[in-house]
């Protein structure tokens, strides 16, 4: 017969010192049996206890599972990674679509901060923000600009979460893929290259200039026009006119049914 002061398979044992062997109860420690000690860690002012319930957590079922869950949104960011690494490869329906309206990716990369700006439509802060983000994902310094080579090191899940936010916020006026299908379009409607970049750079107001006296030119970042009365697919501004095309393609690898499997 079992000796009921002994741990049990899922028990959560805090504190004290182990003594002998693996399966008995440390000298001067705690047993929470089952789920409720479980959920009795989970509470704890320690974001180390609490990551060390997720742990637990995942072998008591669909309880558990939830738990594991409600702790995505966890006031620690160290426990909410946890619970992120323990269900990002959950086959789950329910688990890939709470990740999906997540503001990390496994690459590291917090959105919180573009959401909260964003959604306070301060466009001229979210485009420095979503530049900075950028740099960081393609290792280049604050000193350079992002160049089109260096569009292929955004991880996927990174440029459709940028892409995403940006659409969601702007009510589908900005972003990524907004600007890739205007360019795609463009380009299939000129033969010649310098044409297309043109041809897009007028429709999303990059490009400006004055028909009477011929003086044209692409705008600066500081002459981009910061509201909701740009044209669409202005923003985000990513190095202009020089990375639309990376841009394009990195989207059209993404896009792709390969991806979309890897994904799922």
């Given amino acids: 017969m079992a000796d009921p002061n002994q741990p049990r398979e899922n028990d959560v044992i805090l504190g004290g010192d182990l003594a002998g062997d693996r399966q008995s109860l440390p000298l001067h420690g705690v047993m929470l049996g089952g789920l409720e000690g479980v959920q009795r860690l989970f509470n ?8 060390d319930a997720l742990f637990q957590a995942i072998n008591h079922g669909k309880a558990g599972l939830d738990l594991v869950i409600k702790a995505l ?5 160290r426990v909410q990674w946890a619970a992120y690494d323990l269900l990002r490869d959950r086959p789950e329906k329910r688990i890939k679509q709470r990740l999906a309206t997540l503001f990390f990716t496994s690459t590291g990369m917090n959105y919180r901060p573009l959401v909260t700006t964003l959604a306070a439509r301060k466009w001229r802060k979210a485009e420095h923000l979503t530049v900075a983000i950028l740099r960081e994902l393609c290792l280049v310094s604050d000193t350079k600009r ?5 569009i292929v090191a955004i991880a996927c899940e990174d440029l459709l979460m940028i892409d995403r936010l940006w659409r969601q916020y702007s009510n589908d006026r900005f972003g990524l893929s907004v ?10 409607a000129r033969w010649d290259q310098a044409d297309a970049w043109i041809l897009f750079g007028r429709k999303v107001g990059w490009r400006s200039g004055n028909f009477l006296t011929g003086d044209y030119h692409w705008k600066r970042p500081e002459e981009l026009t910061f509201s909701l ?23 059209d690898c993404c896009q792709h049914p390969s991806y979309k499997s890897l994904s799922r």
């Avoid at 704890?44 to 990551?51: G, K, L, Q």
């Avoid at 949104?73 to 960011?77: A, H, I, L, Q, V």
């Avoid at 600007?179 to 299939?188: A, I, P």
């Fill in 146 to 150: 992002i160049t089109s080579d260096r």
């Fill in 44 to 51: 704890s002012a320690d974001e180390r206890h609490r990551v």
């Fill in 73 to 77: 949104t966890d006031p620690s960011d």
């Fill in 179 to 188: 600007q890739v299908e205007l360019w795609q379009k463009c380009d299939r």
């Fill in 229 to 251: 009365r740009a044209p669409k697919g202005h923003l985000p501004f990513i190095s202009g006119i020089n990375t639309i095309e990376a841009i394009s393609d990195r989207f």
